[in-house]
Each structure stands twice: as C-alpha cells, then as structure tokens.
C-alpha cells in the first residue's frame, strides 16, 4: 500500500501519494481545496485523475511515449519528510532517470518537487536539473484541479489580451475578457499570461489566487458533460465542481544544458471573502 506523505497538521494540510509525487489534497480550515475523482485510480497504473499531477517532460500527445510525460505515473522518491505541526511544513519528492525513463526519452535528469503547507497557502515547485553531458528540451506543468460549488459561477482573471489556442474549436485567439467563465467544453492554452490568476467562486464564496514564478503560461480545462462521460475515470456529473487552471511553461519548449537547473512553480492562497 503506497504511503501517502502529509505535510501540515489535521485543519491545514496536503497529502502526496508516492505515484507521479501527486498532491492529492489540500484541506484549509478542515475544508478540501482541490478535486479528485470519486473515479480516480490508485492502482499505479495511471495518472491519479485530480489534485496536482505532474507533467514533465512533454505537456500534451507525446510521440515518444505516454501523454503528458511520464512523470505523473513515475514512483516518486521522498527525500525530506515534512515535520509535523511545525507551521510551515516542507515534503520533497525526486525523480531521476532510470532504464525505463531512458527507453522512452534518452537524456540524465533530476526533478526535485517541493511541496511545503503554509497558513491559507499551498506552495509547489519543482527544479529541473539536466545531470547529464548533452543538452535537452521540455515543456513541464502543474495540472492543478481545483474544487469548486459550481463552475457556473466561477471565472478566471489574469488573460486579458493573451493569445491561446483552443483546443476545442482549434483555433488561435487573442483573449478579449477580463474575467473568462466555463459554460461548455474548455481547453485553452494561454501564453505569456500574468504572473497572477484570481479563480473566484461568486458572491460569498472564497478566492484562489494563483501566483505563478517562471510558468509563463496557463491551461483553462474542463471536459464539460460529453467528455466527463467520456473518461471512466471521471464521475460523469463532476465537471461542475472543478476547474483546471494550470500554471506550465508549454508555449515553447525550455532547454537545458547540460548541468544546468530549471525552477519554477506556483503558491496558491485562499482568500475567504
Ligand atoms: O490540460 C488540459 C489537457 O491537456 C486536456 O486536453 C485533457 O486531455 C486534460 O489535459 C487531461 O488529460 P489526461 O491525459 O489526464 O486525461
């Protein structure tokens, strides 16, 4: 049985499972944030279905080998274990290549995955160091669900005037709102967006707000009816209560040289109105 990691104490705390390093909740004040399928799989045998999966090193169909990379279905190792109560607390994950990663993508890597629990706050990050002699290319992403009352009043700020492609209408615009909201299938990839994303809830709700650090940009997701009952691991209702708002550098592919590290990452905080 894998063994979830907890950072945090019992009202405020993230729980990691060792499969793909992904954070499978995070509860403020008693009260989950983040979605996962009441579908979801643990077996290992696919990318657990909510909460923060890990895309690294390909966002998207991949010819080499699985979609979105194979970090989110890689066993995790824990390297720091968090201490309990102690505020703040910090859990680190690696991944470093192996036979198997070499097969499918033939380059030396160490992620590191930091995942630390603070007051109202919930901060991930990850460094990408190139330990081999030749340099290589990514795209990388946290494929954060987020939990909400209702995806018909939610909306997203913070993509005013960026181009995206729709992956729905497959199409590239330029954003024209100040606020988006979800009202049928949504899968667009924002670039070079703000730094920061409100994702309210309507009147008496609460905020997310997403602060992002060398991710330039953003994917708006949501199947929406006919793809939820499409994926067995989605319950075919749950479309309205999340939204995927994920924080990736994916417009371009970053390379690495040799020896060199990649960070970036995000702290999401939760404002109650
Ligand atoms: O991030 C949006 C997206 O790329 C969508 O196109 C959809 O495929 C989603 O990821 C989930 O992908 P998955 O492989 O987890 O089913």
Redesign the pocket.
């Given at each position: 049985m894998a063994v979830v990691v907890v950072c945090g104490d019992v009202e405020n705390r993230a729980e990691v499972h060792p499969h793909g390093a992904t954070l499978t909740s995070w509860k403020v004040d008693g009260e989950e944030m983040t979605f996962v399928s009441r579908n979801a799989v643990f077996d290992g045998k696919k990318?657990i279905?909510g909460g923060i999966?890990l895309v690294f090193p390909n966002?998207?169909p991949w010819e080499l080998g699985p979609?979105?990379g194979f970090a989110r279905t890689s066993t995790w190792n824990l390297v720091q274990t968090p201490v309990q109560g102690s505020g703040n607390s910090v859990a680190v994950f690696e991944l470093e290549d192996s036979e198997q990663t070499r097969a499918i993508w033939n380059y030396k890597f160490k992620v590191r995955y930091t995942v630390s629990v603070g007051d109202h706050q919930l901060e991930t990050n990850l460094d990408v160091t190139n330990t081999g002699d030749h340099q290589f290319d990514f795209t990388i992403?946290l494929?954060t669900y987020f939990r909400l009352p209702d995806i018909r009043k939610t909306t997203v700020d913070g993509l005013k005037g960026c181009m995206y492609t729709d992956?729905v209408h497959k199409d590239r615009k330029t954003e024209s709102r100040d606020l988006i909201s979800v009202a049928a299938e949504t899968?667009n990839m924002y670039e070079a967006t703000s730094s920061v994303h409100h994702i309210t809830h309507g009147a008496g709700g609460y905020t997310f707000v997403v602060t992002k650090r060398n991710l330039p940009d953003t994917?708006v997701?949501n199947?929406w009816e006919e793809k939820a009952r499409a994926?067995s691991d989605f319950g075919d209702d749950e479309y309205t209560k999340m939204i995927?708002v994920?924080a990736g550098h994916v417009a371009s592919r970053y390379v690495l040289s040799p020896k060199q590290t990649f960070s970036g990452g995000q702290i999401i905080t939760l404002k109650k109105e």
């Open positions: 990318a279905r999966p966002f998207g979609q979105h992403l494929h992956k899968d994917v997701w199947p994926m995927c994920e």
